[in-house]
């Protein structure tokens, strides 16, 4: 194969994996205006973001292993087609719940094209100093691709409505379709492989029903005894779907892969980046949109640090990979990430410059952490079982992304509405203690005087949470960033081959 054509084959899929990695973040610069324009609830904001991550992740598994069965071309071109008519539905939403709906069939979509991404990357590039290259492209692609998302939005937003944030997909997803078909080698695929449709809806029942329960919990009417009842049934089916993988003879997860060192700590290192891109991407743009006033664009511009040092960091990584000690590299990203957040925290009330510099170290982290990750997981699982290691990496993605939107979101929802004093003399309705959103649409109806004092309460509030969780997330990656390098000398200390 050509130098060309191997090159090209990167960039048609390293663009319908920015399409994929884009709709986890795009929203959140539109989220504001969506929530407006449809009324949709706070709970029902937390699904509109959810429901594309948490479908995604309990898919991916079984596509991952339907491109082995099938081919990598062939699940790759249907799911591009699939994302295409979801972005279309999308943009056309009337209510939130077909906007909900819109969101889960882009997630099919998108779960049948990620796993694919990489497999077709390992069988294309068989140099392992081209392949670091490609995979560290691919990785920061992944990491910048989602910071970019709040900056499309915003640009986006400033000329059109919000359903122009899913209609950009369409004339991409296009162009990728045609190019696929010319320059994507045919993969016939291993007709023995079998699809294990049923882990997958296993594993999303413990996944949907696990990040139901921290959601009802978080929420200021929450029923308590729901969000134990989703619990018991989120961690019933992970139990469930764990035994049934170990007796598995064509499991759709092989748990023993877990045993690799370095694929188990390139596991940790994308899930625990996912979690704080995803979860500080979700917080600050709010923030700065809700809080400070800023514009969708203004605020996407904010945050282009995150992906800019994610695009630079991701490929420098990539080439020197070969040469150094990967675990140690896992471990020294996710700690500058964690340096980042720990100058952003300390620059809160100081200049702009500061702010950038810690959220760029951030971008930084991340996309080096990513870039090694993915190199850990797809050079140490074995050939024949490239698509399952793509898509237990895709997981470890969208576990992240979705559990830190989640969590992160649902946390700084109970701070707010423990932090939200409603001024005295104020007869409101009790949602104003739900979210910053409600309390604004609440004050749009009020006297001038009483409409102000409502805002200043609701925004001293979300900052009380947004500290919170932005020293939560500081100590998270450091705490992360000690695991891997521990897991890494203990490995080292029983002198494990594989590791």
């Known amino acids: 194969m050509s130098k060309f054509k191997r090159w090209m084959i990167l960039a048609i899929v390293s663009s319908a994996l920015l399409l994929i990695v884009m709709d986890m973040t795009i929203l959140y610069t539109a989220l504001p205006s969506l929530t407006h324009d449809l009324g949709a609830s706070a709970s029902e904001k ?11 992740a309990g898919l991916l598994p079984a596509m ?48 049948m ?19 670091g290259l490609a995979i560290g492209i691919w990785g920061s692609v992944s990491a910048g691709g989602a910071g970019l998302g709040p900056i499309v939005g915003g640009l986006l937003l400033e000329h059109f409505w919000w359903g122009s944030v899913f209609l950009i997909n369409l004339p991409i997803a296009i162009i990728a379709f045609a190019l696929t078909l010319i320059y994507v080698p045919k993969h016939t695929g291993n007709k023995e492989k079998k699809w294990d449709l049923t882990g997958s809806i296993q594993i999303m029942i413990a996944m949907v029903g696990l990040i139901y329960s921290i959601k009802e919990f978080a929420r200021r009417d929450g029923s308590p005894i729901l969000a134990v009842i989703g619990a018991v ?28 060192t370095r694929f188990s700590t390139g ?18 743009t709010q923030r700065l949109q809700l809080v400070e006033g800023l514009s969708p664009l203004q605020a996407g511009l904010y945050t282009i640090s995150i992906p800019i ?25 996710l700690l500058i990430a964690g340096l980042g957040m720990g100058i952003y925290l300390m620059q809160f009330n100081s200049g702009i410059a500061g702010q950038i510099l810690g959220l760029a170290l951030l971008g930084a982290g ?28 895709e997981v470890a993605y969208e576990m992240g992304g979705a559990s830190g939107i989640a969590i992160i979101g649902s946390m700084s929802t109970l701070v707010y509405t423990l932090a939200m004093k409603v001024p005295s003399g104020l007869h409101v309705p009790a949602n104003v203690k739900d979210s910053l959103d409600e309390a604004l649409l609440v004050a749009e109806g009020l006297p001038a005087q009483a409409a ?35 897991a890494g000398a203990r490995s080292k200390k029983r002198g494990d081959a594989e590791s």
């Open 452 to 486: 102000e004092a409502l805002k200043a309460a609701g925004r001293s509030a979300f900052d009380q949470s947004f500290f919170v969780i932005i020293v939560g997330v500081t100590a998270f990656l450091v705490v992360a960033s000690l695991v891997v390098r521990l």
């Open 267 to 284: 596991f940790i290192t994308a899930l625990v980046g996912a979690f704080a891109q995803m979860g500080i991407q979700y917080i600050v």
């Open 366 to 393: 991340l996309g080096a952490g990513m870039t090694a990750a993915s190199h850990s997981i797809m050079n140490f699982a074995p050939p024949q079982k490239a698509g399952m290691a793509a898509s237990i990496e």
């Open 64 to 111: 991952g292993t339907l491109g082995d069965r099938l081919g990598y071309k062939k699940i790759f071109t249907l799911g591009l087609l699939v994302f295409a008519a979801a972005s279309l539905t999308a943009a056309f939403s009337p209510v939130p719940l077909v906007l909900v709906a819109s969101r889960v069939l882009l997630a099919v979509g998108a779960s």
């Open 46 to 56: 937390l699904w509109i973001l959810n429901g594309y991550s948490l479908v995604m």
């Open 309 to 333: 040092a994610s695009l630079i960091a991701g490929p420098l990584t990539g080439s020197i990979l070969h040469r150094y000690d990967v675990i140690r590299i896992k471990s020294i990203s």
């Open 113 to 131: 094209m990620m796993p694919a991404t990489l497999s077709i990357i390992r069988i294309t590039f068989t140099d392992e100093r081209e392949r």
């Open 233 to 260: 049934i989120g961690v019933l089916a992970l139990i469930i779907f764990i035994r049934r993988q170990n007796k598995s003879a064509s499991p759709l997860i092989d748990l023993t892969l877990f045993k690799i």
